[in-house]
């Protein structure tokens, strides 16, 4: 299940809600594919800070307890990270993976916040 909130002005609330059904042990996760121009930075194990080359910021900060990995031109085990920048071309791309262990049900609770670059400082 899925719930987006929109939070104006820049405030993006995601909740995910995902239900193991064989009660076995699964590595669920939540994935983000993040602009080939864009800097990714992992903050903490909750945490990635994404950075435009025109100085906007995007923090992707998760409330469930999991940790963040970076996948850019994966092919094993399974294909992630990848992109078709024009047809027939593949190229590499950050894919930012949210995974969470669990045998019964994941609820993640995403906040996204995307923030205005800074005043330049020789401005004042």
Not at 7 to 15: A, C, E, L, Y
Not at 40 to 68: H, K, M
Not at 77 to 106: F, H, K, N, Q
């Amino acid at each position: 299940t899925r719930t987006l909130e929109h939070r104006p002005d820049r405030t993006v609330h995601i909740r995910d809600e995902v239900v193991v059904s064989d009660r076995q042990r699964h590595s669920v996760r939540q994935l983000f594919q993040v602009h080939p121009d864009c800097d990714v930075q992992t903050v903490d194990d909750r945490t990635l800070r994404l950075l435009a080359p025109t100085g906007e910021r995007c923090t992707i900060t998760q409330a469930l307890a999991g940790s963040w990995s970076i996948a850019r031109g994966r092919r094993e085990p399974t294909p992630l990270g990848w992109y078709s920048p024009r047809p027939m071309t593949i190229a590499p791309i950050a894919t930012c993976v949210y995974a969470v262990e669990t045998d019964d049900r994941a609820a993640f609770d995403t906040l996204i916040e995307v923030r205005s670059a800074p005043p330049d400082r020789a401005d004042g």
